[in-house]
């Protein structure tokens, strides 16, 4: 996840592979609840990992469900319908609305002494509705703060089931899906029918519901969307293995990506054309827009049909979320796409339709919005804009503009607030970045090279992470080398082509900020003062640095790169858009590099520091290949007197001059 403050999407050319999405929110928690209720034992694959279903596991763990979890697989030992637990339970349900709901229904109709509470804000989301229809079919339920809303404690019912159960509709459909996760439960005896009252909203997640519980064996038998009965002996059975579906929202920023960029098509896995979600018909919206679209059962491929994109004129109501990709897409279209029909936009996370407006706009869009709709114009090339997005706090802002990083004029569209796709796609950009390309030019690079002990590792990482951007120590792999050519008995001073060929297939690896050579980890024993000797050592050697260039270069990917050494912008990265020659007086850096050593429990004196790093300066400043020196249009930085704070702003003042938004 990129928590950084704002992200840089360098303008992006084509994009092609295979993407995995993260488990649809409102399937993983039906789906643990009705395995939970299930005779015999469930095997949930692909569960989205998140605050609500977390939330939901401990609650059935507190119910005396057998919950294993191994990362995205869960297997639930089911309860059969018989509470294990039942005495004086309290509940702590967070903020998750999906877990509240369906288990005060659940628990409500089964009976115990249970108390739910949740995060302030829960308990400011109204209940009243369910606990109403819960208490008419004879559920015992208080509220044990204000009226309508939780905490709530649940008691003994003395169910009524003959007539039938009235539930309103048009306040949100989760009351009617936990009715109907609940009433099976006490249906052995009689069949319970469930009248809607008004006008049923968000019929797509009822029919989740419907078909998850076909799944477990409940055939719920629907008269329109106004009555729906359940037959009498129905009982939960687990299907064995089920697959929670990927998120098919989420899948839109794949669909528009694989209709927008060039490339040989991108492959979305776990959510297909059987996806039993209401947003995989933006499928159909994406292909009157030109996406070429295949599919299967649980996958879909995209790949650039029409290009331009036709402008459309669509009713979105069916796929309010998925809808917003449309307005992005419809940027890169050849005439004016018209989005009806939109209205619940203005109530979302942030009022949409304004929000797509204006940042549209920025991008040098001419958009035209009314109460419920919005009407985008096509954004030539020659006329897109670098802009600063600004997400709202909504997941689906940010997502959507990641696609304007594919405009004709390569200009760079900066993210704000990137982490805010967190609600649902934690690893959106990391998803993005690994099927995105971008030409190597496009991916800025920023060099810290300087002498050592400067300070240009902690500079360098710190800025790095600011940015969201990989980091390169390329002193590492020099030290690296030397370390694997003296295990492997090399002379460091006469073996050049057998350190060579070590370097050119060094198996190292960097996981956070330990180093791995091939199975050993070697982040100790490369940091020693003598481990720097031999790494200056082995760096003299032409053809060593030469066995070493590409492995440094893999490191510039998307988003970017910073980079430290002593050559990464003479050699190693020329291109590089900002780069800082970083020093401080010898006294200083002696100081420093002691004090380090020292905490390490390394024993050193200062003077004898003093005169190592005095001679490996030498060294690296007088080899005759990519000596230390400051590239030519490096800005200098001698942070002798300034704190780490102080240069990690400097640079990133800089780095903004040359990335103005
Ligand atoms: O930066 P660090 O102290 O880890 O580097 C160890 C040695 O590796 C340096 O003294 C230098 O000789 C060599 N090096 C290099 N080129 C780089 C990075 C490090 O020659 N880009």
């Not at 989205?48 to 401990?58: K, P």
């Not at 958009?367 to 954004?379: F, K, M, N, V, Y």
């Not at 090339?381 to 997400?391: E, N």
Request: glycine share 8%.
């Amino acid at each position: 996840m990129y928590a950084t403050a704002f992200l840089d999407l360098p303008a992006l050319q084509s994009a092609s592979g295979t993407v995995t999405l993260p488990g649809s929110k409102s399937i993983s928690n039906r789906v643990l609840l009705l395995s939970a209720l299930s005779q015999g034992t469930t095997v949930v694959h692909d569960l989205l990992d998140s605050d609500d279903t977390r939330v939901m596991l401990a609650a059935l763990r507190q119910l005396g469900c057998g919950v294993d979890v191994q990362g995205t697989t869960v297997t639930i030992d089911g309860l059969g319908g018989q509470l294990q637990h039942h005495n004086a339970i309290e509940f702590f349900m967070g903020n998750a609305g999906t877990a509240m709901r369906p288990l005060t229904a659940a628990l409500a109709v089964l009976g115990g002494d249970f108390t739910l509470k949740g995060v302030p804000r829960m308990h400011e989301r109204p209940i009243g509705d369910l606990v109403d229809a819960l208490r008419l079919l004879g559920c015992s339920i208080d509220y044990l703060g204000n009226e309508g809303f939780p905490p709530l404690r649940i008691g003994q019912p003395t169910l009524q089931l003959d007539a039938p159960i009235r539930v309103r509709g048009d306040v949100s459909s989760q009351f009617l899906t936990a009715l109907l996760m609940a009433l099976p439960l006490a249906s052995a005896s009689q069949n319970i029918v469930i009248d809607v009252v008004g006008e049923l909203i968000s019929k797509p997640y009822i029919d989740i519901t419907l078909n998850l519980l076909a799944r477990y064996g409940i055939a719920v038998q629907r008269e329109g969307w106004q009555r729906f009965t359940i037959p009498q002996g129905s009982r939960y059975q687990s299907p064995g293995h089920i697959h929670v579906e990927a998120d098919a929202s989420s899948a839109s920023y794949f669909i528009a990506l694989g209709a927008i960029a060039q490339g040989t098509g991108i492959r979305i896995q776990g959510v297909g054309a059987e996806s039993i979600q209401g947003d995989i018909r933006f499928m159909d919206a994406a292909a009157a827009m030109g996406a070429h679209i295949t599919s299967g059962a649980n996958w879909l491929e995209i790949k650039r049909g029409a290009w331009p994109l036709r402008g459309i004129t669509l009713d979105c109501n069916h796929i309010p979320d998925a809808a917003m990709t449309l307005a992005v897409m419809a940027l890169y279209a050849d005439a004016p796409t018209t989005l009806n029909n939109i209205a619940s936009w203005r109530v979302k996370e942030t009022d949409r339709i304004a929000a797509m407006a204006t940042e549209c706009r920025k991008l040098g869009a001419q958009i035209e919005e009314g109460a419920d709709w919005l009407r985008i114009h096509p954004l030539p090339q020659g006329q897109w804009q670098r802009a600063s997005i600004h997400t709202y706090d909504d997941h689906r802002v940010a997502m959507c503009f990641s696609l304007a990083a594919f405009n004709p004029d390569q200009v760079p569209v900066r993210i704000e607030d990137p982490q805010c796709v967190a609600k649902t796609f934690p690893d959106y950009f990391e998803a993005l970045f690994s099927v995105a390309k971008a030409p190597q030019h496009n991916i800025p690079v920023i060099c810290v090279d300087g002498p050592t002990a400067s300070g240009k590792g902690t500079l360098a990482s710190q800025v790095a992470q600011q940015l969201g951007y990989h980091y390169l120590d390329s002193g590492a792999l020099y030290r690296v080398t030397a370390y694997a050519a003296l295990q492997a008995g090399l002379d460091l001073a006469h073996d050049e082509d057998p350190i060579a060929a070590l370097a050119r297939h060094l198996p190292v690896r960097f996981e956070g900020d330990q180093i791995w050579l091939a199975n050993s980890n070697v982040s100790e024993a490369i940091r020693t003062e003598e481990a720097g000797m031999n790494a200056s050592k082995v760096s003299v050697l032409p053809k060593v640095r030469t066995a070493l260039v590409a492995l440094q270069h893999s490191f510039r990917r998307l988003p970017g790169l910073v980079a430290d050494g002593r050559d990464m912008g003479t050699v190693i990265f020329p291109d590089a858009a900002l780069k800082v020659f970083l020093t401080a007086d010898a006294a200083q850096r002696a100081q420093r590099r002691h004090k380090q050593l020292i905490s390490k429990g390394f024993s050193v004196t200062l003077e004898g520091l003093r005169a190592d790093l005095e001679a490996r300066d030498a060294r690296d400043a007088s080899r005759s290949v990519a000596p230390l020196k400051p590239a030519q249009d490096a800005v200098s930085l001698d942070n002798s007197s300034l704190s780490i704070e102080a240069s990690v702003q400097q640079v990133l003042t800089w780095w903004q001059s040359k990335q103005a938004f």
